[in-house]
């Protein structure tokens, strides 16, 4: 039996001062899933003991949510990269679609593990 779901793992680097206004962008980002994202089952944002790094933990129902999600948060993601974060990198556990992986090659900074076993 083949699995949808899709978990990433973002990461990236908050620019020097600009603690404060990575996490309002952060709380912009949240707010979309929760209104225009459906397919998205987890988006949890965490931040390293020295507040320098974010990593966002995200599960998608299918490769189609996640094109979905890039979608809808196309506007605060690019506010947040602009302005706020830097070194951007991202690991895909699953198997998604060939449209996530065009879309994927184009950002750059991305690898994928396919899954192999687990407690299901």
């Not at 309002?24 to 987890?42: F, N």
């Not at 449209?99 to 899954?115: N, P």
Request: charged share 25%; net charge negative.
């Amino acid at each position: 039996m083949t699995n949808k779901k899709l978990q990433l793992s973002a990461r990236m680097k908050i620019r020097e001062g600009k603690l404060e206004g990575f996490k309002r962008q952060a709380a912009v980002c949240i707010s979309y899933v929760k209104e225009k994202d459906p397919g998205t089952l987890q988006y949890d944002w965490f931040l390293n003991s020295d507040n320098t790094e974010c990593e966002i933990r995200e599960v998608y129902e299918s490769s189609e949510a996640l094109l979905a999600h890039r979608a809808n948060l196309r506007e605060p993601l690019g506010i947040l990269f602009e302005q706020y974060a830097t070194d951007h990198s991202v690991v895909i556990y699953g198997d998604p679609s060939p449209e996530v992986m065009q879309s994927a090659a184009k950002m750059g900074g991305f690898k994928t593990y396919s899954f192999l076993q687990g407690l299901d």
